[in-house]
């Protein structure tokens, strides 16, 4: 019998439209500051935009399996700590206050390790001057049959009923790991201090208290929607069930995730002149697909066909949620400022 | 099995080395691999299918008190001494001794929820002297208890484990199984290895309990 996805009332869901990613990584800052930087986090990255085509972190994740085949569990492996990469620690002391800045300059002090979570950042594909990069978000997907809570032995693992968030308990976590091998998104961490495995929790605390994940409120180029899936009034309803432009990565991986994407459209060819390719492409169909699955070609398409319609001066309502131009309709009334929140002490 | 009385300290035989143990009599148990079709995770299940479980085959134990404590030395090969998590992709060694709480509990679900178990854990990332006492009621399910009287002291030398646990023979508690001369008692020992992933409910276990007799 396939393995059956937990049960939920309502589900969160974010939309992320690559088209307009900066590649300023504030998502990740505003991630690690809030919640990943005690000890035994300093190499985690709750939230990273990578990027395509490229490795990602853990180093080459696409390839490592995991998740669900015809609702049957896919073997994987558990990635090794040189495929996240080390945190480094820097000279800073001698280059910038120890009178060194003229004879050294500022580098790991543990030693290069040849890899990181940003290895290939801004590295593109293809051949000047028809190279080609863009920039892929990710955190955990909150999958509606989380790979990683069928993995788990102990039941540390859960999904809530009222908002579909998955989150690991730490109280009941042994450090097994077998989430982090059967996760095929490759979300998870190991925190070798406290021996548990973290992830993205989806800014719980503040989503409870109306505010929008960290990653989501702090984000300059307006590039990440939320909202409940089933909320008609919500952006992220209506550009993954009316019009249908956002669509999950690697939907082959059988996890249902809950991150949509807008796959991102490309600037044409130069053909030998220096001309433009009319109608062409920079980034190949075929490598969006094995992103997106073949879906991606419809939504390119009607992407394509709502630009026309606006080029020509009607309006196109999809477009204008995508742009954003108020920034609280993108996020299903979780508009609340974090600044009224309480902290805790 | 027979735990030998020796007027010594416990301290003393907390000493794997210490050549009071060469006059205890030895057991050579032969170790299984624990049922892969009986985890609790359908991943573990899929995955561990086709891979061998248990890479731990031969364990010798000794068992000694001394009216006040009970001690276990175990003994077993393994060349590669795991005490962390590596790369990122082995586990630290581990071994526990295993007694049911009431009858015959079933061994290989280490437990389950009408026939608990009370397992000495001991993990080669743990602080010096340092075991957990658990209880267990099934594969996944396993608690420390708060009650916190055994210890373990573990030494790697040469490609071999020598590990000793102790407890007091006195403690009680529910989660403590009650031993004690008067009490026939029975007992199962279970050892991961790090290098072969082996952690929760993968690892080798003795095939069956074994009787303790107490002097
Ligand atoms: S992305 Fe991975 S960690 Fe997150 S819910 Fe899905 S399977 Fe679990
Ligand atoms: S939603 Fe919150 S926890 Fe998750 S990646 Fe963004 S900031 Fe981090
Ligand atoms: S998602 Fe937003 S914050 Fe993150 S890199 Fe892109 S533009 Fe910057």
Redesign the pocket.
């Known amino acids: 019998m396939p393995v059956q996805p937990p049960p939920v009332k309502r589900q969160l869901a974010a939309v ?1 439209d690559m088209n ?9 800052i ?1 991630c690690k500051t809030l919640w990943t930087d005690e000890e035994g986090m300093e190499y985690m990255w709750w ?1 990273i ?1 990578s990027t395509m085509p490229g490795e990602g972190t853990p180093r080459g994740w696409q390839k490592l399996s995991g998740g669900f085949q015809d609702g049957e569990p896919r073997p994987s492996r558990l990635p090794k700590l040189s495929e996240f990469g080390h945190a480094w620690e820097f000279n800073y002391e001698d280059v910038l206050y120890g009178g060194q800045g003229m004879n050294q300059h500022l580098q790991p002090k543990t030693g290069d390790d040849n890899w990181g979570p940003l290895w290939d950042e801004d590295q593109a594909s293809g051949a000047y001057p028809n190279s080609y990069f863009f ?1 892929l ?1 990710m955190i955990c997907m909150h999958c509606t049959n989380p790979a990683c809570l069928a993995a788990c032995p102990r039941q540390a693992i859960y999904k809530r009923v009222d908002d579909g968030i998955v989150l690991i308990d730490e109280e009941r976590c042994s450090g097994y790991r077998f989430c982090m091998e059967a996760c095929p998104y490759k979300r998870i961490y190991f925190n070798q201090a406290k021996k548990v495995s973290q992830k993205c929790i989806l800014c719980y605390p503040r989503i409870e208290q109306g505010v929008a994940p960290a ?1 989501f409120r ?7 929607f939320i909202g409940f899936l089933d909320d008609e009034e919500s952006a992220v309803h209506k550009l993954v069930k009316v019009w249908k432009v956002a669509i999950p990565l690697h939907p082959e991986f059988g996890t249902e995730p809950n991150m949509y994407y807008v796959p991102p459209l490309s600037p044409p060819l130069f053909d030998d002149n220096g001309d433009v390719i009319e109608g062409s492409e920079r980034i190949p169909r075929q490598y969006l697909e094995s992103l997106f699955g073949p879906d991606v070609n419809r939504v390119l398409d009607t992407l394509r066909t709502e630009m026309a319609k606006t080029r020509r001066g009607e309006k196109s309502e999809m477009l204008d949620t995508l742009i954003a131009y108020e920034w609280k309709s993108m996020f299903g009334g979780f508009t609340r400022d974090p600044g009224t929140l309480k902290r805790p002490v | 099995m027979r735990a030998v009385k020796l007027q010594l300290a416990t301290k003393t035989l907390l000493n794997s080395g210490a050549f009071q143990w060469k006059k205890v009599p030895a057991e050579e148990l032969r170790m299984a691999g624990a049922r892969v079709d009986l985890q609790p995770s359908r991943y573990v299940r899929t995955v561990w299918a086709g891979r061998p479980v248990g890479a731990v085959r031969n364990l010798k134990v000794q068992t000694a008190h001394n009216s006040r404590d009970i001690l276990f030395r175990l003994e077993w090969p393994d060349e590669s001494k795991d005490t962390d998590f590596g790369d990122g992709s082995v586990f630290p060694d581990a071994a526990s001794v295993i007694f049911p709480l009431k009858g015959d509990a079933p061994l290989e679900t280490m437990g389950s929820p009408r026939s608990p178990i009370n397992a000495w854990y001991w993990r080669a990332n743990f602080a010096t002297d340092e075991a957990r006492n658990r209880s267990c009621q099934g594969y996944g399910t396993e608690e420390d208890s708060p009650e916190r009287q055994v210890q373990a002291r573990a030494r790697w030398e040469d490609g071999r484990w020598y590990v000793v646990f102790a407890r007091p023979l006195s403690a009680n508690g529910k989660t403590n199984v009650k031993l004690s001369s008067a009490h026939p008692a029975k007992v199962a020992f279970a050892v991961w290895e790090g290098s072969s992933q082996e952690r929760g409910g993968l690892h080798s276990c003795s095939r069956q309990w074994l009787d303790l007799v107490i002097e």
């Open positions: 992320f307009k990613c900066l590649g300023c990584q504030t998502c990740t505003a939230n935009v920039y978000q990653c702090q984000c300059p180029g307006r590039v990440r």
